[in-house]
């Protein structure tokens, strides 16, 4: 089993930035690949960016998130961050990162519970 724990949300004004982390525990040297999600309130959990977690630090962003995210890992801390910069109040959500099992090729096994990030206007 896989744990995962976010952290660095918060309230931040619109323009400014914000580092989120991911702390995985646990039988981490399973994990291929983790990735960020964020659900904002009435809409469906979208993809934020991924990274894998061996080898190559081989990273994906879906077209719309491209340009202010920004994700990174640290293998021996068994961590991910998601640097993100000009925020947006509509990128008011909340934000959770999950773990990929090896060798799973698709979907992710491990969740974490997510933290809240509020930009405002």
């Known amino acids: 089993q896989v744990q995962l724990r976010e952290s660095g949300g918060g309230l931040v004004q619109a323009g400014r930035s914000l580092r989120l982390s991911c702390t995985a525990s646990?039988?981490?040297?399973?994990?291929?690949?983790m990735g960020w999600f964020r659900r904002a309130p009435g809409k469906e959990r979208e993809l934020v960016a991924t990274?894998?977690?061996?080898?190559?630090?081989?990273?994906y962003y879906p077209d719309s998130m491209k340009g202010r995210f920004t994700i990174s890992r640290d293998i021996a801390k068994n961590m991910i961050f998601l640097q993100m910069n000009s925020l947006k109040p509509e990128d008011t959500a909340v934000y959770s990162c999950?773990?990929?099992?090896?060798?799973?090729?698709?979907?992710?096994?491990?969740w974490g519970q997510g933290t809240q990030v509020t930009v405002s206007s």
């Open positions: 646990g039988n981490t040297d399973s994990i291929s690949e």
């Open positions: 990274i894998a977690m061996s080898g190559s630090d081989n990273t």
């Open positions: 999950a773990a990929r099992r090896a060798p799973n090729l698709i979907g992710y096994n491990y």
